[in-house]
């Protein structure tokens, strides 16, 4: 049997082929394949040698900037929105891990001469809900408006359950004689805010309510608009305190009810 060693193998034109050199086959120039065949594992270095496919399936292909892995595909995204006005209860959608809940407390109500209501608190919060399957939700209600001399009703208190909270916002009238109400602080979130503060007795009167992380109160009245503030006591963003009305014969509006939304993530 005879044996035939040679250095390289190139075609007619001596550019293209293999050098052979202590076991190592190197391709002189560029080498193009229709198809390879391996009959056994490949070796090499994790910079040039893609991972093993086997079990990751789903997956893609990424790196650091000096190796190649597969990693998961992400499936965080948002789900779902609740908006809650009412007292309900929260029930976990599937495959929600996830929520970002706010709480606003309902508003203080005014009264007559321009005393108007505080703003209820807010919180603001991040929960993991991977052992959570429902909770409860109450929405404080807004504080009721009354004439002048009376006392504003104080907002009802907000709440997602056990875990955060927010206060309503008092009435005019109530913390000190003839003063605007005093807004309320929120608790238990990662973020908690007080409302704003209502006005106080004003000469010209029709004063108007404190603002609540959502906005602001309705507008103030004037005399040939009756009690203006008062007959369009809803147009207030959630949680704002009640506007006063214009002098001593005119009705404060009402605070405006509280809110608690939920964002749902996957």
Known sequence: MST????????LSGIGGFTLASGNITANGTLTCSGITINGNITGSSAQIVPSVSGQSGKFLTNN???????????????????????????????????HVRVQGGGGGAIGHGESGGAGGYSERVLDVNNISSVGISVGGGGGGTWYFGHGGDGGSSSFGPYLSAGGGHGANRNNQHSGGLGRNGS?????????????????????????????????????????????????????????????????????????????YK
Do not use: C
Request: charged content about 10%; glycine content about 24%; cysteine-free.
């Open 188 to 264: 238990g979130g990662n973020l908690n805010i007080w409302g704003g503060g209502g006005q106080s007795h004003a000469a010209h009167g029709g004063g108007t309510g404190g603002a609540s992380h959502f906005g602001g109160s309705v507008a103030a009245g004037w005399p040939n608009g009756g009690n203006f503030s008062h007959n369009h006591q809803d147009h207030a963003a959630y949680g704002a305190g009640g506007s006063g009305g214009h002098f001593h014969g005119f009705r404060g509006s009402n605070g405006k009810y509280g809110v608690v939304t939920v964002i749902n």
């Open 4 to 11: 035939l060693k040679v250095a390289s193998i190139r075609d």
């Open 65 to 99: 900037g000096s190796s190649m892995s597969w990693t998961s595909v992400s499936s965080e995204n948002i789900n779902s929105m609740n908006v809650y006005t009412g007292g309900s209860t929260w029930n976990r959608p599937s495959g929600v891990k996830y929520i």
